[in-house]
């Protein structure tokens, strides 16, 4: 599988796997370590996480099953998030889910992810979510420290609209490497928000998380989304795909802007599935059909 370059240090795979679901999967330490290894075998080499993922267990078997083959890290781009403060058993004095991202905040959720990931380093740390008591100064100093100590290579964001991007940029001495956004053919919006056209002016590559809509692309729960399936379904006829996923994928992957989907599946052959996306060929015209299923309504 091809790399993609985001930086003059930095190259993931076209196709990222995902870690929200990481404990659902069932796999022991042994298990995912093996499943690892297949994953790079076949070029996928990037992996994203948060630590809130798995009320913050996540990083943590992860990093154990990276334990048992030390090697893989070499090879291999982690991508973490932070920001985000759960309401959990693990912090009770919390009285209400919200978002921190002060210095201290910032470079303790790395120091811990670092930890629990078994690394010495992470390769692009997000912001997980745009807050409103957000201040730049902070996150440009918490960057500027965990960049020098070489505890994070770089950075980007997740779910920031164009405006809050270019505003965080402003502070920044170096560039923002990405936006995470969620992006499938049941959620559109960042077509029509900016986000895809900021990712373009700023020559970034965005990443799409959930891009088959929490699988509601397979089982659709009203008539839209079943109008949906169904033009999906016509079109991996055409094309000669296994399934709708590489449908979805394929249709991630022929935007001008370089779109990295994040697959979340603890399941080999739909990884295999996302490999084997970026061989179809879509049609300007398929492209065109999803997108249109998608608003639910003919082009103006």
């Not at 995902?18 to 076949?42: C, P, Q, V, Y």
């Not at 505003?167 to 900016?194: C, R, W």
């Not at 249709?251 to 779109?259: F, M, Q, R, S």
């Amino acid at each position: 599988m091809d790399k993609i370059q985001l930086a003059p240090q930095l190259e993931v795979s076209r196709i990222i796997h995902g870690h929200w679901r990481l404990l659902d999967w069932g796999l022991s330490d042994k298990e995912l370590t093996n499943f690892i290894e297949k994953l790079m075998a076949h070029g996928v080499t990037t992996f994203d996480h948060a630590d809130i993922y798995g009320d913050y267990a996540c990083e943590e078997v992860f990093g154990k099953a990276l334990k048992l083959n030390r090697g893989l890290r070499e090879d291999m781009q982690i991508i973490t998030k932070c920001g985000i403060k759960l309401m959990s058993d693990k912090y009770p004095d919390r009285k209400v889910k919200s978002y921190d991202y002060s210095y201290t905040h910032i470079v303790n959720s790395a120091e811990q992810s670092l930890k629990k990931l078994n690394t010495d380093y992470i390769d692009l740390l997000l912001l997980h979510r745009p807050s409103p008591l957000f201040d730049p100064s902070e996150v440009a100093k918490a960057f500027g420290d965990l960049k020098q100590s070489g505890k994070v290579r770089y950075f980007g964001v997740s779910n920031f609209n164009p405006s809050q991007f270019e505003m965080l940029q402003s502070y920044l001495d170096e560039k923002l490497l990405t936006n995470q956004v969620e992006i499938s053919p049941l959620n559109i919006a960042a077509f029509e928000d900016g986000t895809v056209e900021g990712a373009l002016k700023h020559r970034i590559k965005p990443m799409a998380w959930s891009p088959l809509a929490g699988g509601k692309l397979f089982n659709p729960a009203n008539v839209h989304e079943a109008e949906v399936q169904k033009t999906i379904v016509s079109i991996a006829e055409e094309m000669g795909a296994k399934g709708i996923d590489q449908v979805v994928y394929s249709w991630l992957l022929k935007h001008p802007a370089g779109i990295l989907p994040i697959v979340g599946s603890g399941k080999i052959e739909r990884l295999q599935n996302a490999v084997e996306a970026p061989s179809l060929k879509m049609t300007d015209e398929q492209w065109y059909r999803i997108f249109i299923a998608a608003k639910g309504e003919e082009l103006p």
